[in-house]
T-cell receptor
Framework: KAGVTQTPRYLIKTRGQQVTLSCSPI?????VSWYQQTPGQGLQFLFE???????NKGNFPGRFSGRQFSNSRSEMNVSTLELGDSALYLC?????????????FGPGTRLTVL | AQSVTQLDSQVPVFEEAPVELRCNYS??????LFWYVQYPNQGLQLLLK??????LVESINGFEAEFNKSQTSFHLRKPSVHISDTAEYFC???????????FGTGTRLLVSP
């Protein structure tokens, strides 16, 4: 089975722009979660989607949003980019939610905001 | 809110020596515990996890971790490390019924010959 794929792998944007990142989960997986990884804050949970509905949200401003499509693919959007949004954005998929189901991570999208 | 503490930011060790990476979590309520490994420029890979049952869990590449409820710890150990084990290791906790992982700050394991 193919793993979790994320596109693009690298992005360079300038302050004030917006960006959309894409995640394709492992085939058959229905839950998709997003995490932000930075040297200063470490790994932080952004949000989780299951059956096209956001089920859980982390402590991030409203500039960060996401959605999930009927095929479980997910996108996250960051509007009005700030320098501090530079990070590795990781997507993870799992078969179901709850029960300690393993989250499988993609390679990430590295976003640089200039 | 859950939190995870990894006391050691970096652990240098010689090849074939034993190693222990420490992890403590904040809550004593029912949780699931995970160890993930991250190699440079890659995503996270699951090493092992504890859901219930035996408190000692093992991975296929020789790592093991022991769940200690009274000490709220989930330390990772390996009796003999290899150069290829050089990576960053993250401990994570998940409240039962949720799908959100709370990660520690990571421990960089540096294995030298």
């Amino acid at each position: 089975k193919a793993g979790v794929t994320q596109t693009p792998r690298y992005l360079i944007k300038t302050r004030g722009q917006q960006v959309t990142l894409s995640c394709s989960p492992i085939s058959g997986h229905r839950s998709v979660s997003w995490y932000q990884q930075t040297p200063g804050q470490g790994l932080q949970f952004l949000f989780e989607y299951f059956s096209e509905t956001q089920r859980n949200k982390g402590n991030f401003p409203g500039r960060f949003s996401g959605r999930q499509f009927s095929n479980s693919r997910s996108e996250m959007n960051v509007s009005t980019l700030e320098l501090g949004d530079s990070a590795l954005y990781l997507c993870a998929s799992s078969l179901m939610r709850g029960g300690g189901d393993t989250q499988y991570f993609g390679p990430g999208t590295r976003l640089t905001v200039l | 809110a859950q939190s995870v503490t990894q006391l050691d930011s970096q652990v240098p060790v010689f090849e074939e020596a034993p190693v222990e990476l420490r992890c403590n979590y904040s809550s004593s309520v029912s949780v699931y515990l995970f160890w993930y490994v991250q190699y440079p420029n890659q995503g996270l890979q699951l090493l092992l996890k504890y859901l219930s049952g035996s408190t000692l869990v093992e991975s296929i590449n020789g790592f093991e971790a022991e769940f200690n409820k009274s000490q709220t710890s989930f330390h990772l150990r390996k009796p003999s490390v290899h150069i290829s084990d050089t990576a960053e290791y993250f401990c994570a906790v998940m409240d039962t019924g949720f799908q959100k992982l709370v990660f520690g700050t990571g421990t960089r394991l540096l294995v030298s010959p």
